[in-house]
């Protein structure tokens, strides 16, 4: 706010290259949400005061009952919606007042992955995950080295001609994270990834985000699976109704009652 160009100190405040850096990349924080509010133009609010601080590099779940406001946040993040009130800021970027034409490139250091893997039905396995690098016009030769590196990270090394009804939900799960991961994000947000997969299988993609996040991805993991969040000791934050409440380091499942 109020940024001149030149300093009246007659000092440099910063080099040139960290110049466009901003304050919340400056401390570590790459995702900063300040008393954030969101109310749908019916019903109750949907988020409540919520101050969420995270890490560059962490790994956080978030959980929470059906309701309690996780795919609203997850939104928010994304800048599909906008706060009611608060301030947000992601990876520098404040998205209470980001441009319209720079969300794209806001969005492409994002990786995204859902309960309904939204792959594309028509196209096989190598296509699906091409289309995301396509998308951000990568060259032809940067596709083909790096779509069979991603699916052999994923597991899938051997599968790239089939068609997703040909995979089981694990599977196709797998092709989503490696769409997601393709074009190295910085941030990954998962919305209940294991939502649809039997428990070997939610393991299998749960232990391959813990990978991720261990080559240095930050990680926020939507999920209702209790026993894989108490299992994996990562940072909990807990909503009920909008509201944060609990937040711990290597948390588990708060029961209810
Ligand atoms: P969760 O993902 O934890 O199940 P949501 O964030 O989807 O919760 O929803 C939080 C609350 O906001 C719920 O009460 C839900 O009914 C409401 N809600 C979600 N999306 C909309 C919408 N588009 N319009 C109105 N209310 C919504
Ligand atoms: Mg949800």
Redesign the pocket.
């Known amino acids: 706010m109020g940024e001149k160009k030149g300093s009246t100190r007659g000092e440099r405040l910063a080099p040139a290259r960290g110049r466009r850096r901003r304050p919340a990349a400056e401390n570590g924080e790459i995702i900063s949400m300040t008393k954030v509010c969101k109310a ?5 609010p ?1 988020l409540k005061d919520v101050d969420l601080h995270i890490n560059r590099g962490e790994f956080v779940f978030i959980v ?10 997850i939104k928010l993040l994304l800048r599909e919606l906008t706060v009611t009130s608060g301030s947000i800021n992601v990876m520098g970027y404040d998205l209470t007042k980001i441009k319209h034409r720079k969300i794209p490139k806001f969005r492409r250091n994002i990786g995204i992955v859902f309960q309904d893997f939204r792959l594309l039905k028509d196209r096989n396995v190598y296509e699906n995950v091409a289309f995301a690098q396509r998308i951000v016009q990568k060259s032809n030769k940067e596709i083909k080295k790096n779509v069979p590196s991603i699916l052999a990270i994923v597991g899938l090394a051997g599968k790239y001609k089939a068609k997703p009804k040909q995979l089981s939900g694990g599977e196709q799960q797998r092709v989503a994270l490696a769409r997601a991961l393709v074009n190295k994000p910085t941030v990954l947000l998962a ?1 209940e990834p294991t939502g649809n997969l039997d428990p070997k299988n939610s393991w299998e993609i749960m232990k391959l985000l813990e990978q991720i996040n261990e080559n240095g991805t930050t990680v926020l993991v ?1 999920t209702h699976n209790r026993e894989i969040v108490n299992a994996m000791q990562k940072r909990v934050v807990t ?1 009920k109704k ?1 509201v944060i409440v609990s937040d711990e380091e290597k948390g588990g499942y708060i029961d209810e009652d």
């Not at 929470?64 to 946040?73: F, I």
């Open positions: 749908y133009s019916t019903g109750a949907a929470g009952d059906s309701g309690s406001g996780k795919s609203t946040l919305d939507v909503l909008g």
